[in-house]
């Protein structure tokens, strides 16, 4: 930094803090490190008795926090995101709309572990809604070196680090079984469930069949509602390890490719994930999406939403966080569950 005299400040940026002390008023900066002098600055720092200036020299090779931020941002920017001003160094990224967000854990690890800069963000996988705050980053120091950031480029790859997948409109056909529901002995509480959580996405709800303990019926009702232009098929019950639950064989004879059946999450161990030829999911749930208020079907569904195809290893990481705590007052997404 050099010192220079206030009225040839304009255009450089400021080593540190300014202060102004108003007697029984405040106490605070009026003008903080890296801000870059304009014009109608000076009057008000001579008033502060500043007649000298430390400020930045600039040379070459060397950038400011606040072009270093913008180099940052760069590297996460991506469609159905907007940025918040440049100050101090920082950038915070906003959603546009409502979808899914997608990071990139690696690529994100690699640059915030060259030092000197950092991008912190929410947790992938999870739905977001137009207007939240997704990521903030800056440059630490008040001027860093253009090679670190073209380190900082090279780390994080030519895609961005992050995206936003808006939620397609899906049509859904939910097929139940279980003899006691299809022969009326008792009423299903199944259905209303799951049209509660596909109401909180853009959907359709096709219909819902109810079927008998049946392998070919389960497979009939599913294929229908395929016919019929689904999407998504949603099978609840019989989906246990016992003989006479026949759900998980009859989804696996309609479906291309099993991904799972089972995963490391409570509740929501037997909850089975296919795919048909077509990509359409067909997931089987088990009992615990009825009665408990959050379950794995909460951490796969907005993906169903977005097409974000989920894979059998992206399941098995979910034992990591996978457990439910049950919380007395619920804040899901905004806990541990599922991260």
Known sequence: M?????????????????????????KGPAFRKGHIVTESDIAELLKLGKEHLYVWEKKEGWLHEDEGAEILYQLCANDYMRKSETKEGKIEIFSEIDGLLKVDKERLKAVNLLGDVMISTRHGNFPVKKGDKLAGMRVIPLIIEEERMNQA?????????????????????IVTTGSEVYHGRIKDTFGPVIREKFSEYPSEILGQAIVDDNSEMIQNAIREYLNQGADIVVCTGGMSVDPDDLTPGAIGKVADRVISYGAPVLPGAMFLLAYTPEAQPLAGLPGCVMYAK??????????????????????????????????????????????
Do not use: S, Y
């Not at 399941?315 to 599922?338: K, M, R, Y």
């Open 294 to 339: 959050r379950t794995i079907f909460d951490l796969i569904l907005p993906r169903l939403m977005a097409d974000d195809a989920v894979t059998a290893e992206e399941l098995a990481e979910l034992g990591h966080g996978g457990l439910c705590l049950d919380c007395a007052q619920c804040t899901f997404p905004n806990c541990g569950f599922g991260k």
């Open 153 to 173: 480029k090279a780390a994080a790859g030519a895609e961005p680090l992050m995206e936003v997948l808006p939620f397609k409109k899906k049509k859904v056909g």
């Open 2 to 26: 050099k010192l220079i005299p206030t009225e040839e400040a304009v255009g450089h940026v400021l080593c540190h803090d300014i202060t102004r002390i108003v007697k029984d008023e405040c």
